[in-house]
Structures are given as C-alpha cells and as structure tokens.
C-alpha cells in the first residue's frame, strides 16, 4: 500500500493525514486518489470503513487550492451529497480534519433541523457543501443556494440514497449542476438502478471495486445463533453478561423493536440509547455521542438511522432481528472491523428468518458460523441452504461446541460466547492508524 507523500498532495494536506495518524493508504485510497486528481470520473465500490471518505475528500481538497478563496455568493465550488444527516456530518467532521490548514468553507446542509443558520453560511459561498439531496433542493428552490458553480460532484452511498427514494431529487440537483464538471459516485452496492444513474451522470467513468460484498464479512468474526422469537430478549441478556462486549451496535429491523429492546437494556441496568427516524436529530447525535464517549454501552438502531454511524471500536454488533435486505447485513457488521480493527457479530435468528440467513449467505459468499452454545439454542434448525444437507461436524468436536466454519469451509478453533478474547487491532488489510488503537480499553480517556 502507498504512502500518502507519494501523492504529490499539497502540503498542508499532507499535515493534516499525518496528525490524523494515518500512515499508510487503504486500497481505495490508493487506486482512487490518483484517479480523481487527474480529473476522471469515478464510481467506486467501497463500503463504509475501506476509508472511502479520505479517498474522495484529499483529491477535492487538492483541486480546491487551485481557487482558494474564490467564492460567489451562494455557491459551492464542490458538492457531497449524502443519504443521512449523520452521514453528512460524519463525511464533514472528515473534510474539516483534513482541510483544517487550507482556507476553506465548508458546510453542511440537511433537513429536521432550522434553514436559518445553513442560509446564513450559504450567503458568503463556500469550498465544499455537504448536504443531503431534500433541504439542497429546497434551499436551491427558494434561491439561497446557487448550484452553478459546482466543479466537483460525489454521491455517497448511492445504493442508499435510491433506497430512500431521493432519484428524482438527485436527478432534478444535477440537473442544476453545469455540465462541465467531474462527478464521482459512491457506493456499498451496484444494483441496476444505481448502474443507470451513474451511466446518466458521470462521463467515461473509472471503476474501482475494492470491497466486494465478503470483504468486510471476512474481517469479522460472525456467528448465527438459532433462537424462538420470544426468547430473543433472554437471549440478548444472556449474551450481555459477557463483559467482552463493551461497545456494541444492536440492530432491530423496526422503530418500535428498537425501542422496545432498549428499554428492556434498561431494566436490566445496562445503559443504551435507540437512534431511528421517529428520533428528533437532537436526539439522535446526543444518542451517538454519548455512545461515542463510552457513556452507554449498547446503541439500538434501524438501518437507515445507522447509516454514516461511525465508531471507532465497537467490538460487537448483534443482529436482534436479520434483515430482509442482505445488503443491510454486510452494512451493518461493517460498523465493527473498521479500518484495520477486528470485531465481532452475533446474529439472533429465529424459524422465520432462515430465509433472510440463506439470502445473506448467499452475497457474503460464506456460511455464517452456527454457535450453539447458549441456553436458548432452537433445535431442529440445522438444515442450511436450502436444506442441502446439514452442517458438518467437525471431526473430533465437541458435541454441542460452536462450530466455526469460515469460505473456504476450513474449520477455526471454537469458541464460547463468555470465553474471554482480546479485541484489539489485528493488521488488516486497510491502513492502520499509528498511536490510535481502536481497542477502547487502550485508548486515553480523553481520546
Ligand atoms: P470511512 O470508510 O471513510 O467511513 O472511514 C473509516 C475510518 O477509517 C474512519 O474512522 C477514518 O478516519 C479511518 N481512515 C481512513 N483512512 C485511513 C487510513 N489511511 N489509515 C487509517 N485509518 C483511516
């Protein structure tokens, strides 16, 4: 992997990698940087935690210092458009790390909260605009914002943002941008319609696939565990007793799940907060924040609302309810492994969601591992894929130990759910990050 130093970046740039503790590329960064500094369009295949934000910020900071300082009322000079609010947030707390020693304005534009203050920041025109594509329009519509001068475009989470039904408002921004620009598309996922977009909008792309859909699966060590339904609650008790579990993301497949599992976390004293859509935004960056901090150890949340959620060291995520949407699966484990860290995944499936297990396994391109061992385990559940025959022992094992089986169906030692484990960083295949372990435990309190 290369050095950031062999970019030819600008200086201050360079500074600004090197106190975030970045000391080498992540593969996306390596293949896309060079790419978007010559002036191409891209699309790029990456999923959140390949460090896909770095690879499109640096290039754009880069052509942004040509113009430093040169902004027209109510334009932006460069455009990030993103399917969440947090997101949003995220990709800008990013931009502003690295571009802290350049002159730049960069702000953020999103809905469920006041128009006022993004209005007022609007006016004097700004560098880079993050924004997500409904108040962007309607900003656009009432004449603060001006998407004339545009120079540089990307679409983060592209999969997502059609999942969210923003294609007509994306369609209709773009339609304002001039057509001399350079655009770069981002996506987890290449469904046919996020193909067609980008034939639509980008001119004579680059691809770049770094991160098929098992790449993040292979860095996480993932575990099926066969429960009822109504013993999914004794189950996630049961599972929390194990103090190796210090952060960890909990998904539920609706608003009221997550609510309701996070006010059972509560009767059993262990402290969570749910983030989702019914959340005021107030609500919800307190909610990561103190999550963030350590201040509570579970975070309960739907798929949209954990989109753009980004956390260092989280060491487990458990799936209460598996996704009807296998996509959502390989997102959702994502959000423990990242950047280089390993991490852990619990996922509670019940009878009716074998069909859910079978799809993922089909995309992550491996069997997810069967652990057993736990006292609500559902017998009877053992047929797999499609019932093409039952789960190999393996030899010698255990009788009612996990078993473990990773792609290339080589069996790992086992091992129990309260049996302890260190998490701390492996080397990955990403960029690792110097003096900045992701192992909570290890990190100064003041971190
Ligand atoms: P992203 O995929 O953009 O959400 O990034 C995931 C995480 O990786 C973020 O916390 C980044 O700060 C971090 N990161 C990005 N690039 C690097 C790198 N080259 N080395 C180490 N960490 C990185």
Redesign the pocket.
Known sequence: MGKFAELGLNKSILRAIEE???????PI?SEAIPCILKGEDLIGVAQ???????AFSLPIIQHLVKGEGKRNPKTARSLILAPTRELAVQIAE?VKTYSKYMHFRTTLVYGGASQKSQVKEMAGGVDILIATPGRLLDLENQGHINLGEVEILVLDEADRMLDMGFIRDIQKIVARLPKQRQTILLSATMPKTVEKLANSILKKPTRIEVAPGSTTAEKVEQHVLFVPKERKRALLAHVLKNKEIERVLIFTRTKHGANRVAKNLDQLGISSAAIHGNKSQNARQKALNEFREGEIRALVATDVAARGI?V?GVTHVINFDLPNEPESYVHRIGRTA???ATGISLSFCDHEERPYLRDIEKIIRQQVPLMEDHPFHQEGMELRNNGAGKEAKEPGAAPDAPKRRNNSGKHKPNRRINQPKSHSAKPGS????KGRPTNRRARPASA
Do not use: C, H, I
């Open positions: 975030s503790g970045y000391e080498e590329m992540t960064q959140t935690g390949t460090g896909k934000t770095a990013n980004d260092d990242r950047a280089g990403g960029g690792q990050r």
